[in-house]
């Protein structure tokens, strides 16, 4: 599986509030979710946010509240993975449980710039920048939790 | 090698004799939790998954504390959502308006949490259940969905950080400015991943409140739980609450720690985290003059009696400043019950205090208290992110029940001296 985009960057600890704000909790409605994906961060995230893109950050991403919509959000907003040095757990947990693709790479969350061309290749973690001609090496996911992804979600797997 | 006492808990109901850090296991929950705002969402995974019933009416909470009571016409159908599903199907730990309180608050009072257990709670502060030696931590909705239906979760098993807790804490310094002072410390990813494990013979000096206010917080510090050992004051406050067989659990002499910090109860000062991160901590003499529109007392961190008791105590007699707004919301019905019967809610209103029913509300930015652009707010709650409490312009100072009581009648960030 491949993911190719332009990338949107953020710097440390992106919460979760920022990612979808609390007054817009009181739906599940992934679209509507997506519509106010970053607002309290990047105003205009949901306008220039193409179908394929990818969110890079640096440290502690996703940290805060354990709210699910913040990986719904993001997802329905087109993003096709998250790459970030490190993650806060919950989301860790919550985007493998839900299907969003996400790397833990220091050096690509480092170097790769806002608006730069990347490619993801999940099944060996290169990562290539297209734009300034690097690839970097995320960490791979132990095989349980690539058995939790490749079924689509944690209750997909279950199901099996 | 030895054991953490979180490495204890999950061993345990992983049914193993020993597991150690970064392995992968599979656990059985004696709890999981929900709220109105994490809930609806796992009721559809649930439904979605085609699951038909629940492992156990009796493991599983749904508290209705977020947008309670319902804010708007989406809050009530949330609301309404979950109390379908609870009904249908038998849940039996089911807290709506009239009964409910805020969910980490609640579930200690209730009983529902004991030393030794082990639960999940589709909510960042599940953690707070540390401080009565239980292994708690927030998960997702699906997380919760699949708690639901399995009453099973997987874990990746952490390592640990051992604060070692010695002295006793000075008069209106409590569990929040201990609490304040580790995150300013280690910083927001300071324990990320890792538990955070509180030990030592000041523990005997901090009470049940001011644990729970700082397990709470372990969250804010990146942490997957914070935990305390477990003494006669938590045996104690268990005492008249659980009516079941629990098990304690202590860290093995040789269990290893990634990092061990000492923290004397007696040098700790009131302690302040500026906008917009929980690490932002200045100690109260360093503030400097910083003026403010709102007050808020309460959330699951701060809203419990000896907060209540400590703000009454600095707001009796004197009056809110011009200007500013002070929100008290009691965490509980049993608490605001208390306080009625201490007299501590006619203090707050003669002082010129809103008394709330308990909700989660401003805490959040989803109700009673919101923010406008360029308002500031000293609240006793647990973030102060960009827009927490409303407009992405506003700013939240997170202090202890003492310093907001304090600021509120001053106006402006405050020592208690300032106005005792």
Known sequence: ?160 | MGMTMTQKILAAHAGLEKVEAGQLIKCKLDMVLGNDVTTPVAIKEFQKAGFDSVFDKTKISMVMDHFTPNKDIKAAGQCKLCRDFANEKGIVNYFDVGDMGIEHALLPEKGLVAPGELVIGADSHTCTYGALGAFSTGVGSTDMAAGMATGEAWFKVPSAIKFNITGKLNEWVSGKDVILHIIGMIGVDGALYKSMEFVGDGIKNLSMDDRLAMANMAIEAGAKNGIFIVDEITKAYVSDKVNREYKVYEPDADAKYDAVYDIDLGKIKSTVAFPHLPENTRTIDEVGEVKIDQVVIGSCTNGRMEDLQVAAKILKGKHVAKNVRCIVIPATQKIYMQAMKEGLLEIFINAGCAVSTPTCGPCLGGHMGILAAGERAVATTNRNFVGRMGHPESEVYLASPAIAAASAITGKISDVSEVL
């Open chain 1, 1 to 160: 599986m491949k993911a190719f985009g332009t990338v949107h960057k953020y710097g440390d600890n992106v919460d979760t509030d920022v990612i979808i704000p609390a007054r817009y909790l009181n739906t599940t409605d992934h679209k509507e979710l997506a519509a106010h994906c970053m607002e309290d961060i990047d105003p205009d995230f949901v306008k220039k946010v193409k179908e394929g893109d990818i969110i890079v950050a640096n440290m502690n991403f996703g940290c805060g509240s354990s709210r699910e919509h913040a990986p719904i959000a993001i997802k329905a907003s087109g993003i096709s993975c998250v790459i970030a040095s490190t993650f806060a757990r919950i989301f860790y947990r919550n985007a493998i449980n839900t299907a969003l693709p996400i790397l833990e790479c220091d050096e690509a969350a480092k170097k790769i710039e806002d608006g730069d061309q990347v490619e993801i290749d999940f099944d060996t973690g290169i990562i290539t920048n297209k734009t300034k001609n690097e690839t970097y090496q995320a960490q791979p996911f132990p095989e349980f939790i690539k058995e939790i992804i490749n079924a689509g979600g944690l209750l997909n797997s279950l199901k099996k």
